[in-house]
T-cell receptor
Framework: DAKTTQPTSMDCAEGRAANLPCNHS???????VYWYRQIHSQGPQYIIH???NNETNEMASLIITEDRKSSTLILPHATLRDTAVYYCIVRVGSGNTGKLIFGQGTTLQVKP | DTAVSQTPKYLVTQMGNDKSIKCEQNLGHDTMYWYKQDSKKFLKIMFSYNNKELIINETVPNRFSPKSPDKAHLNLHINSLELGDSAVYFC????????????FGEGSRLTVL
């Protein structure tokens, strides 16, 4: 079972920031948080990951709370092409048997 | 060049048939995976291979037999297809076993009639 909970769906206006929340209250101290997205009819795409510090790359920013029980993915200027299902994932297991368990994700609809 | 490529993209077949889906990655990664996405859109890991060695087998029926001739290829063979096998199958790769950054293919949609 996935160790994360996310809202089922969200809307965002084009050009505005999209803030996607995720709860992972049972996360362990050495478990990373990963974000992927799946645009319709495509394979999932890696976005970003983090452990405890905030992270930023060319696609998004990841804000992780100090207690690490929740995080927020921020798309700073959402475009129509960002419409997708966004998955927040805590990798289960460790070492060679670690694996990504996908939950239901959040369907983000970016509207003009 | 497509990093992770799967063939065929679409596959329609009858119950009871045997079919294969092929996957190749040109990223030089050590680890490859098969995931299944069912009609409810849940993505579930099926297998992972690291340098041709099976690492993860998620209690998938033994009608499903992955084969890795080399670390750049991971094929999925399915025997005696059932209606419930209808799904989109995604191949993925990562630099090493346990890495969290996976690169996925475009998926192979299997329809069993």
């Amino acid at each position: 079972d996935a160790k994360t909970t996310q809202p089922t769906s969200m809307d965002c206006a084009e050009g505005r920031a999209a803030n996607l929340p995720c709860n992972h209250s049972t996360i362990s101290g050495n478990e990373y948080v990963y974000w992927y997205r799946q645009i319709h009819s495509q394979g999932p795409q890696y976005i970003i990951h983090g452990l405890k510090n905030n992270e930023t790359n060319e696609m998004a920013s990841l804000i992780i709370t100090e207690d690490r029980k929740s995080s927020t993915l921020i798309l700073p200027h959402a475009t129509l092409r960002d419409t997708a299902v966004y998955y927040c994932i805590v990798r289960v297991g460790s070492g060679n048997t670690g694996k990504l368990i996908f939950g239901q994700g959040t369907t983000l609809q970016v509207k003009p | 060049d497509t990093a992770v490529s799967q063939t065929p993209k679409y596959l329609v077949t009858q119950m009871g048939n045997d079919k294969s889906i092929k996957c190749e990655q040109n990223l030089g990664h050590d680890t490859m995976y098969w995931y299944k996405q069912d009609s409810k859109k849940f993505l579930k890991i099926m297998f992972s291979y690291n340098n041709k060695e099976l690492i993860i087998n998620e209690t998938v029926p033994n009608r499903f037999s992955p084969k890795s001739p080399d670390k750049a290829h991971l094929n999925l063979h399915i025997n005696s297809l059932e209606l419930g096998d209808s799904a989109v199958y995604f191949c993925a790769s990562s630099r090493f076993q346990g890495a969290g950054e996976l690169f996925f293919g475009e998926g192979s949609r299997l329809t069993v009639l």
